[in-house]
């Protein structure tokens, strides 16, 4: 009897028979009301932090643990070990990359020289500023054709193009220099083993010369030019064709450009767009679903919450609507009536 009251003092509660300790003599025992009440407070005691659980005190309780961070890609559900391991790694998406402007510096004017010299070379009116901006990211032949008007004839086509990618190779002068913090983020996408492809309106000879020039050939698994295509931006047949040799769907692939082009080209294409502010201010990018300044700005969880899409590929099936049959207000046909005389 002592060792249990001394068990029950030490939770902090009044000793059942501290009455008694001074009464022994007088052979005074306790009311069995005050052992009841007591008994019922100690019984209570395990189930308080049960309903602080189910009933919280306040907004903290409701907060949940900041780590680790819930991964979107990952699905309970599978049965295959594997499969699930490989979502909630970096190879179930893929980057695909503009070249000028997003990963080398780009220079407008180059471009616009080009297009003026080929006009006086053809002896054609020198087209107006606006004309050049709306034929950027088209495809040579497509820009001459559809928006110049200087001619239909494939040959020749094709003649003033190739002419006019020899001019702006002049310009250029073979040197080449990465944007500020483009080539680390290659590297770390590399590194994380996420599939990048290229895609550029220049033709394929001189895009490959480039990537040796610059030094990072073997790091792109696919690369797509003006060669693989038929038309050009804003038409989303670039994107859409490095996506399938990707071998990912296109809502799974997230585009990075640096025009309204782009993000209109990649979303008509269901992918995500990050455009990179390298000739545009910010407030005329905000069509693209991320914008930043240079691509170190961003990180392999970024484009794991870009790629976040809710398909039955990642354990969400969409509810199917039931199709409500319309009442015909007309009354049923009436059963065939029995000829009497038949029978």
Not at 194 to 206: D, E, T, Y
């Amino acid at each position: 009897m002592i060792e249990s009251i001394a068990a029950t003092s030490l939770l902090g509660y009044t000793p059942v028979l501290g009455p008694c300790l001074r009464n022994v003599s007088g052979k005074q025992f306790p009311r069995v009301g005050v052992i009841k009440a007591q008994a019922m407070e100690l019984a209570k005691e395990p189930n308080r932090y049960t309903e602080r659980e189910r009933f919280p005190d306040s907004l903290e309780d409701l907060k949940p643990a900041s780590w680790p961070p819930k991964n979107k890609a990952d699905n309970p559900l599978l049965h295959n070990p594997l499969a699930r391991q490989e979502r909630m790694g970096c190879g179930w998406l893929g980057a695909i990359f503009e070249w000028e402007g997003v990963l080398i510096e780009d220079n407008p004017d180059f471009e616009k020289q080009a297009w003026l010299a080929l006009a006086e070379e053809e002896g054609k009116y020198p087209p107006p500023a606006f004309v050049l901006k709306r034929i950027q990211g088209m495809k040579n032949e497509q820009a001459i054709s559809e928006v110049l008007c200087w001619s239909r004839d494939p040959s020749q086509l094709k003649r003033m193009a190739s002419r006019k990618e020899e001019i702006h190779q002049a310009l250029q002068g073979g040197v080449y220099r990465f944007r500020d913090g483009s080539h680390e983020f290659v590297n770390v996408l590399t590194r994380h083993k996420i599939p990048v492809a290229l895609v550029s309106i220049r033709p394929r000879k001189n895009l490959e010369e480039a990537i040796v020039a610059i030094g990072i050939e073997g790091v792109f698994n696919v690369v797509v030019t003006a060669d693989d295509v038929y038309r050009g931006k804003p038409d989303p047949e670039m994107f859409v064709y490095a996506a399938q040799l990707l071998q990912f769907i296109p809502e799974r692939c997230i585009v990075f450009g640096n025009s309204n082009l782009t993000i209109e080209a990649a979303h008509d294409a269901k992918m995500k767009c990050v455009a990179v502010a390298s000739k545009h201010p910010v407030y005329e990018l905000t069509a693209a679903d991320l914008v930043v300044r240079q691509l170190d700005e961003l990180s392999v969880v970024d484009l794991k919450n870009l790629a976040d899409i809710e398909l039955t590929e990642f354990g969400s099936t969409p509810e199917l609507e039931m199709e409500v049959e319309e009442e015909d207000d007309q009354l049923p046909p009436p059963s065939a009536a029995i000829d009497d005389g038949f029978w």
